[in-house]
């Protein structure tokens, strides 16, 4: 295919060029060493340089799309003639030589065309090589402060660039505006990027930056970027205060340090000589012992409380030979499970290894003390020894409770394929996810598990869902009922507080923070924001309307809420949030039941309510999962061994080694301190609904405020200190409607109904503003591998699927926003906007069923033709108008038309879905959902999707 694809470049054949490249794996950058006539080169020469020197100027861009760069060994083009004359030369003597010998035969024949094709082609590139064409300027060039030493570049590709292509942009910076020292200078050659991050400026310095685009002649005439000066700044710089995130990840780093060396210490080793890692007493691995552990699983659950493990992968799950799920039982007199157990259960999930080291030095200390923990810690060393594995995923935070008398607490975990064959122990095998819960087994209680896994599994796969790279304005709501308080969140994304966008880049200068704390006081009656400020108010503005009307609050509350304005909150270093909450005496209220936090909830659609704790360990496992860990091993730790203690000095007999225990015991409670003053600090939305609730403090700016028009901005942009910030309010996307047409679809003999739509992009700004050097990021990446974290148990599959988020900052789609400005559905996925790719780069037909009963009849699919750009709240919106259409055409009066903000589009594989975001586009979609079926289904419905969808394969 290498060689083909050089053939197809020499031929001009641009449509073999892109079936090659699409299909198949080219490596487009590799020498062409194996070609005959250009491994006659002195350097390196790849499929972009043939193409370049060649004039194929379509050839070069499609390879410019597949990854291909420039050649750094043939960048100068003064050498790139050399080197062509040289060769030139070469060829030219060869084929005198061989014109002037007698051809004996037909391969001498043979070769003297092939040197003479040769010849003409290294003439076609010496001409080319002689009449040098300059790339133009890029356009709409503006950059902004990406962080508090990055700043940030966007533009587009020059609007004419004669007849050479662009092969790389260069980007230099200095201090002064004329550009008379340049500070330093950055050439990027991945052509698929439109942004560009400089790194390592100082820090409350101005800048100027300019951008050249260059093509293997050189560079063009540099442009500069607006704002011309640019100054480093951070809002942080208003009040002199550090990031309180990076401040408690560098404490918790330090107590975990003296920790560990406090372990290590003489002392503690004599105090307790047989807990090192190293003395643990090895566990029996034996055959035997791996049957006779597989042996404690339950196939009649009675009444009790019982430990679950849901092990899964793409459409499978881990059962027992009896096609059970493993469930252990670990009381059979206790029936509930107290909050405070439940936390310990939820952190003690993040150090699973640590369950044989806290069973081994405890010896019968918590038989007595702490009867529950020590029965769990047993039941979880016997799934552990079971499954064959010590990873067995996260606690569900809410027990699973059948009818009074049955409790199940429930492990879940993902793996991927590759792991699933060494997550098996010899009792244990695969089955089917459809499969096993059409399964009656013997056990109503285990039919029950069965039947609620998939609410488990779906939490839990949302749970992991971090948000895209940008700035966000969430709102913070919270009740209170009995015990417990618990915080209003979206409930496909519990990781979050309710939200939207309010631009795609997390950092907020100080310059555009200064102007949100003047907004209420009475300088501002006679102060005009500058540039930079006024585009901020506008995207606040646009944000806090939206959220307010999402929300569906009411009216004459909305000039009580107040914009938190104490600091902006940076869960991560790409995902940042300014926060809206209600007057003090609503922040939390209060109510007398459950049923009224539900009914609450039920008024903002789309919400969901979990307990304070809960929301912290989601949240903090999906944005600072090393922190979070970290703070789980010690506590789990501390807490166990000042347990141990107390018990010990209670059945000391000597002094001295009361002595030496409450010399222990002492240490143990200043760590305990230290840990937990670390935590209180980290607690940010304890922290920020105290003073939300303190009336007397004046923490928040009121909403009215914001919703008003700002001043017209100060003329001219020489004393921004940030600049532009990616503003994406003026994007158009048209729905052209087409004819309707009804065929049998081609892949299943149900009738289905055709609707092709086309999709026109105006021209939009490419918002991505991460470095040219970032690769786009899975999940993984994207909330761990930042330099600071590090996540190790995660479900791959989404991060691959839902999570190249926190990577690719991206513009809005338009017919997303058009859409959603009409809706009153609060969506909260639907507000990460993506990058939007030209519609002709690819497109397909996709089928999409009915997954609610409406006049399209079942097993009936609406066929669209869609391109890449096509977002799935338009699929939505073409399959609901169809169906109305069909249902104003029938007789039957029961069906009623559709509301497009009740639908949403799903994925369904199996007993498995995925919900869509509305800007997502269905072209994106990853294995294993592409195998899966499309449906459209209500948004409260979660399961309609998946009922339908199974009822297709009988």
């Known amino acids: 295919m290498f060689l083909g694809a050089l053939t197809a470049i020499e031929q001009d054949d641009l449509d073999s060029l892109r079936m090659i490249l699409s299909k198949n794996s080219v490596p487009v950058n590799d020498s062409l060493i194996e070609n005959a006539f250009y491994s006659q080169f002195p350097c390196k020469v790849t499929l972009l340089d043939v193409a370049l020197m060649f004039n194929r100027l379509n050839a070069a861009s499609l390879l410019l799309q597949h990854e291909a760069t420039e050649n750094l060994q043939l960048s100068d083009i003064s050498k790139r003639k050399q080197i062509v004359d040289e060769v030139l030369l070469d060829y030219e003597t060869r084929f005198r030589q061989m014109k002037m010998k007698s051809l004996s035969n037909k391969e001498d024949e043979k070769r003297l065309r092939t040197m003479e094709h040769h010849l003409n082609s290294l003439k076609k590139m010496k001409s080319v090589l002689d009449k040098p064409e300059m790339p133009g300027s890029p356009v709409d060039v503006k950059v ?64 100027t930056f300019r951008i050249s685009a260059g093509s293997m002649w050189g560079f063009g005439e540099p442009i500069v970027a607006l704002p011309k000066n640019l100054r480093i700044s951070s809002w942080e710089d208003c009040a002199n205060i550090h990031p309180e995130r990076v401040v408690s990840m560098r404490a918790m780093a330090e107590l975990h340090s003296q920790v560990e060396k406090y372990r290590q210490s003489a002392v503690w080793q004599v105090v307790f000589p047989n807990n090192g890692d190293g003395a643990i007493k090895k566990k029996k691995t034996g055959l ?154 013997s056990s109503t209680p285990l039919d029950f598990l069965c039947k609620e896994m998939v609410p488990v599994l779906n939490f839990f796969e949302s749970s992991q869902i971090p948000l895209d790279r940008g700035l966000y304005l969430g709102y913070l709501k919270m009740q209170s009922s009995l015990n417990t308080i618990r915080v209003t969140v979206p409930d496909n994304m519990p990781s979050a507080l309710p939200y939207v966008t309010i631009r795609s880049t997390p950092h907020v200068s100080q310059e555009e923070w200064e102007w949100i704390q003047t907004l209420d006081s009475d300088e501002n009656e006679f102060s005009r924001p500058t540039p930079t400020q006024h585009a901020f108010h506008q995207q606040l503005m646009r944000a806090t309307e939206m959220i307010l009307r999402d929300l569906d609050l009411d009216s004459d509350l909305i000039r009580h809420h107040r914009l938190f304005k104490f600091q902006v909150l940076q869960l991560h270093p790409d995902v940042s949030f300014i926060l809206i909450f209600p007057r003090a005496e609503d922040v939390c209220q209060v109510h007398a039941s ?87 600090s980290a607690r940010w939305i304890s922290n920020i609904a105290t003073v939300a609730r303190e009336r007397q403090t004046n923490c928040g700016i009121s909403l009215s405020y914001i919703l008003n028009q700002p001043p017209p901005a100060l003329p001219g942009d020489n004393a921004s200190d940030v600049g532009y910030h990616s503003d994406p309010q003026n994007k158009n996307h048209e729905v052209e ?24 992009n105006s021209k939009t700004n490419n918002n991505d503003s991460t470095a040219s050097s970032r690769e786009p990021l899975s999940r993984s990446k994207s909330v761990v591998e930042r330099g600071e974290i590090r996540l190790a148990s995660i479900d791959k599959m989404f991060q691959e699927d839902n999570l190249y988020t926190l990577s ?38 996709i089928r999409v069923f009915a997954a609610y009963d ?101």
């Open 144 to 207: 902004y402060v990406a962080a508090t030493t990055r700043a940030t570049i966007e533009f587009n590709a020059p609007g004419t660039s004669g007849n050479c292509i662009i092969t790389k942009y260069k980007v230099e910076w200095s201090k002064t505006s004329s550009f008379e020292e340049i500070e330093g200078s950055q050439i990027v050659y991945d052509m698929r990027e439109t942004a560009i991050t400089i790194s390592n400026l100082v820090h409350g310095k101005c800048y």
């Open 288 to 441: 035997r012992n791996l049957f006779s552990a597989s042996s404690k699983f339950i196939k009649n659950v009675g009444r009790g409380l019982y430990f679950a493990s849901l092990i899964y992968t793409e459409d499978k799950i881990l059962c027992t030979v009896d096609d059970c799920l493993p469930v252990i039982q670990i009381d059979d007199s206790m029936i509930s499970v107290p909050m405070d157990d439940m936390e310990w259960l939820m952190k003690l999930s993040l150090c699973w290894d640590q369950v044989n080291y806290l069973q081994d030095s405890s010896g019968g200390t918590w038989s007595s003390n702490s009867p529950f923990r020590a029965k769990v810690l047993e039941a979880v060393a016997a799934m552990h020894n079971a499954l064959g594995v010590k990873d067995i995923g996260r606690i569900h935070h809410i027990p699973l409770t059948y009818s009074a008398a049955t409790t199940f607490i429930v492990s879940v975990h993902f793996v991927t394929e590759n792991q699933a064959t060494q997550s098996q122990g010899l009792a244990m095998r695969w089955m089917k996810l459809n499969k096993i819960m059409r399964k009656k087994s």
């Open 594 to 680: 459950y049923s009224a936090i539900d009914e609450y909830n039920d008024r903002c659609k789309g919400c969901a309510s979990i307990p304070i704790p809960v929301f912290e360990m989601i949240s903090f496992s999906t944005y600072q999962p090393d922190f979070i860990a970290t703070y789980c091993r010690m506590n789990i730790f501390i807490e166990h061994f000042i347990t141990i203690i107390k018990y010990e000095i209670r059945q000391c007999l000597h002094e001295k080694d009361a002595r030496v225990y409450n010399e222990q015991l002492e240490k143990l409670n200043e760590f305990q301190t230290k840990l937990e003053d670390i935590w209180r």
């Open 854 to 954: 409406c006049a399209l009849p079942k097993n009936t699919a609406i066929r669209l033709s869609i391109t890449q750009a096509t977002t799935a709240r338009e699929v939505v919106a073409l399959v609901v108008e169809q169906i109305n259409k069909l249902t104003l055409l029938s007789d039957d009066n029961d069906n009623k038309l559709s509301q497009l903000q009740d639908f949403c589009l799903v994925s369904v594989v199996g007993a498995r879905e995925r919900r869509l975001r509305d800007e997502f586009q269905p072209m994106r979609l990853l294995p294993p959902w592409t195998r899966g079926r499309l449906f459209v289904r209500r948004c409260d419905s979660a399961t309609a999707a998946i009922r339908f969808g199974n009822e297709t394969f009988v």
């Open 808 to 845: 690719e900052a991206a513009g809005k789609a338009e017919a997303a926003n058009k859409l959603q400005s009409d809706s009153t559905t609060l969506d909260y996925l639907a507000r990460k906007f993506h990058q939007i790719p030209s519609p002709s780069r690819l497109s397909g037909i």
């Open 737 to 760: 409607n087409g004819n309707i047409d009804v065929t049998p679809a081609p892949t299943n003999d149900a009738p289905a109904i055709i609707r092709r739509a086309n999709f026109r």
